[in-house]
């Protein structure tokens, strides 16, 4: 099996994070919303975490 | 079930999805979804329409009306207000599309992403209109297009869903592209525009998603344009390498394709566990896409140029319950789809409609009702509120009318320019639909005018041949071909290919055979090229030739069901009847209202003795064109000579007798102009004549006259004409009109010049044939002219005109051209045999 096969095979754990994955996309409305509630809950927290070293600094 | 057959219809389109990409995945497990689903259901191929343009043919399935009836003409349309141009919009759409019908029909009803379905329309769901996924690009921030959702409520769940390019990760494009790492993007865009095919998918797809979750469904249509992109961006990477294609780029790229499929199998993976078993599953493409040698190498710089990498026919898989398992639907096209689903809602279908519903898909008979029309049912349909529906084009004439008028400025000349071209290119479009409606008339009005105003682009010209020689209008297509050839445009080799075609009608077989030869030369790619030439190559009877020319045309494409068909004809004449059945019927599956293909198969199957089977193929044939007098012959001839069921036969004879018109052969002219002779070589060639041979030879005819009596009184009494049927009679010039119309006739109508013929009969009533009786040589011109121009408008009859002097100097030209004429297996040496040299004796110096 060629790599990029294996990739798409293997969306179907439907693992979350920012990066996202065509199986999050194939999940339709479900997927598409919880990965890009992921990119806000990074961006958030990154934000924070940003915020809390300038504070601390 | 209660009242409906279906409990819910979901309808996915996948655009220009094609079977010859699906296979190969199919067969290496890599499309699992789709696998089950054709195996739990029904599936074939599904003809296109003309022109292959997608918001005509998507219209064309939503409606089952094609696009002189339904008005959506291109991809763009006049913008009235702006005086520019604009996408397609669904305002333009003139009738009723199924989800209308089914929300005046009190159903659940949802759309998403359907082309042209913008502005959504207000129908009994949801509708997402094919603006909403459309990506603006760079790093802008989206808003959602006004208009774009219904109800307007529910536009924040859908912004949600849609998905800029800029957004697609690294993790969903190496699916794709795995060494998309190597792309130097500052030189190389394609990754950008995968992205955007991807970001385009899946935003229809998780609006789709949203509402089989979220709301109550009968019937929900969902459009993805998205493999048609995936292909007009990167086919020209599948493998086979192309010629031109840069290494480099198609080791990155090749596999994008095949992702693409797959990406859409496991799209639609979720799409059928959302639907339910019960749901019926319609899933079809409104093209095919060339995949393999078909594949243009450069597309012509010409409007519209890229459908000319669509395929005929793209794919049609039906799964539900009711639908018959594990079966293969023939002969459908994109009209069939919206009667299919009125049928499955137990809705009537519209006799207004263009399409049929697929019956045989079906596992339990059902019987679909009919009425004139849905446009006349009134009720609260969906669609948007008479003022919003506007005719562009008419709008855009109104408008050119009030700057003419005085009360609008002129648009700037770029905005002129560009509405005027797609004003042309809709034109261009309505004559290709209705050419492809057998509207002749209407599409030669269209072209006459297009190909006058633009003298210089020979494909106005060139369409305008193609619906010449499209209801044989031989004469008009001669006069511009001549006038084409003399430009000397582009397209030479295709005006070639037409001069052959003209000259096979012209009865010049073997002029034809040189001048498609030479076409074949430059435009070898052409199949119909190779399918004509087979045909000529069947013609004059040379079947090997024939058979390496439809050969041919199957090698560029294997999907061609006329030269699958031809090749089944070249095959029996060699008596390769296994050979010739395997191709006929492979021909009637690809296309199966193909009524000779059926007649073919019969022939060939009489021929291994199948009676039964040959029977059945006869019928079929005569289901489609009940006037189709030689298979009812060949049933005769079953049920006769080898079933023994003459009570079989019988009703068949009478049905022949009763309601088709037999052919009757004449010839004609004035006498002395040769129609003795012309009796005498159909006689000699096997045509059997009806003569009474009361009128004896004499010195002036000294082969007989070959004449029955009782056509001198044929103005008085036509009783008798049923005994010349399938016979050759003489009929002077003066007496055709008198001939009834219950015949079909071929007329070999002879021409002689006139003082020959005067002299002849001068001579022949004993008078002094130096005198030139100036009287009656102006009548007989007058007669004659009047008695051609009557033929002209006769339905029932086919003139070919014979001059006597050829026919005597160059026997063997006009015997092939009057055999190609009459198109009978006649003897074709006895036929120049009997031309006798020394019977021209009244010549003009």
Known sequence: ?57 | MNRKTAKKVLLIGWDAADWKIINPLLDAGLMPTLEKLINRGAMGNIATLDPPLSPILWTSIGTGKTADKHGILNFVEPDASTNDIKPVSVTSRKVKAIWNILTQEGYKTHLVGWWPSHPAEPINGVAVSNMFHKPIGGKKEWKMPPGAIHPKELESIFADCHIEPHEITASMILPFVPNAAKVDQEKDKTLGKLASDIAGAASIHAAATWILENKEWDFCGVYLDSIDHFCHGFMKYFPPQMEGVPDEYFELYKDVINGAYRFHDMMLERLLNLAGDDATIILLSDHGFHSDHLRPKKLPNEPIAAALEHSPYGILCIAGPNIKKDERILGATLLDITPTILTLFNLPIGKDMDGKPLLQIFENKIAPTYIDSWESIQGECGMHPKDLQVDPWAAQEAMKQLVELGYVEAPGENKQVRVNKITIEADMNLAKVLASNNKIPQAIEILKRLYTENPNEARFGLQLALCYQTIKNFKDLRIIIDELKAKKLNNMPRIEYLDGIVLLAENKPKKALAALKSAENKIGHMYSLHISLGHVYLKIKKWEDAENSFRKALQIDINNAHALHGLGISLIRQEKYEEAIDSLLEAIGLLFYFPEAHYHLGEALYNIKQYERAIEAFNVAITMNPGYKKAHEWLIKIYENHLHLPEKSEPIKKFIMEKIKGTIYVVSGLPRSGTSMMMQVLKNGGLEILTDNLRKEDDNNPKGYLEFEKTKKLAQDNSWINEANDKVIKVIAQLLQFLPDSFNYKIIFMEREMTEVLKSQQKMLGRDASIYPTAIAETFSKQLETTKNWIKGQPNMDVMYVNYKEMIEQPEQMVESINNFLDLDLDFDKMVKSVDLNLYRNKTI
């Open chain 1, 1 to 57: 099996m060629k790599k990029e096969d294996s990739k798409i095979k293997a969306e179907k754990t439907y693992i979350v994070d920012a990066e996202g994955s065509l199986g999050l996309l194939a999940l339709g409305y479900k997927g598409v919303k919880a990965w890009k509630d992921k990119i806000k809950e990074v961006k958030n927290k990154s934000q924070n975490t940003n915020a809390n070293e300038s504070q601390n600094s």
